[in-house]
């Protein structure tokens, strides 16, 4: 998140990272998707398979949520932009009612992740499993990171999520017992029916 330098890059960081959003999904965003302050709306045009769904506003996101209801209803989040100086190339236009090109968050997300110094390639569906796995681990429960980001399937929800870490499992199971009833430890054993002694 640090290594962002500017609002379009710390737009797409925390929206990819912070709502589990597709690509394309991301290239879909409008002004209208975030009208409410406490959940945002994945239309089914902007989603895969024309599932509509809502995902709630984590509090890290609140302040970003602010920012993009300021956009009209039909402003891109992430618009095209075009040089207004041609051949000098230094002065960016936003066409907000044009949505950006399906490289440019790829792209985005790569470059702010070489500055962060992740040798590992990032990419914006990389936060999308990122966001999977905080969401399941957090909630100790796959079925909620499946509604949050959309499949259709468990399974799919399942390949997303790493291996727990040994912290994880010993975090699991603590202040668990073994509630053992004494059926299954006698205290005295009996003779068995077949006539064998007991051991």
């Known amino acids: 998140m640090r290594a962002c330098q500017t609002k379009r890059e710390r737009w797409a960081i925390n929206l990819g990272l912070l709502t589990g959003a597709r690509r394309a999904e991301l290239l879909g965003f409008q002004g209208r998707h975030f009208r409410r302050p406490d959940l945002?709306?994945?239309?089914?045009?902007?989603?895969?398979?024309?599932?509509?769904?809502?995902?709630?506003?984590?509090?890290?996101?609140q302040p970003l949520i602010a920012e993009l209801q300021q956009l009209e209803d039909d402003d891109y989040v992430f618009c095209a932009q075009r040089f207004r100086d041609?051949?000098?190339?230094?002065?960016?236009?936003?066409?907000?009612?044009?949505?950006?090109?399906?490289q440019v968050i790829w792209r985005l997300v790569k470059e702010?992740?070489?500055?962060?110094?992740?040798?590992?390639?990032?990419?914006?569906?990389?936060?999308?499993?990122?966001?999977?796995?905080?969401?399941?681990?957090?909630?100790?429960d796959v079925r909620i990171a499946q509604l949050l980001l959309g499949h259709a399937e468990l399974?799919?929800?399942?390949?997303?999520?790493?291996?727990?870490?040994?912290?994880?499992?010993?975090?699991?199971v603590q202040g668990l017992r073994f509630q053992l009833s004494e059926a299954l430890t006698p205290a005295n054993p009996v003779e068995a029916p077949t006539g064998i002694e007991p051991v």
């Open 40 to 61: 945002i709306h994945f239309s089914a045009d902007i989603t895969k398979g024309g599932k509509e769904r809502w995902v709630p506003v984590l509090p890290e996101l």
């Open 86 to 102: 041609p051949g000098v190339n230094q002065n960016k236009a936003d066409k907000r009612k044009v949505p950006a090109s399906p």
């Open 112 to 140: 702010v992740a070489t500055r962060a110094g992740i040798r590992h390639p990032v990419t914006p569906h990389a936060l999308r499993h990122a966001f999977a796995d905080y969401i399941a681990e957090a909630s100790g």
């Open 155 to 172: 399974g799919t929800t399942q390949t997303y999520l790493g291996e727990p870490s040994l912290e994880r499992l010993l975090l699991a």
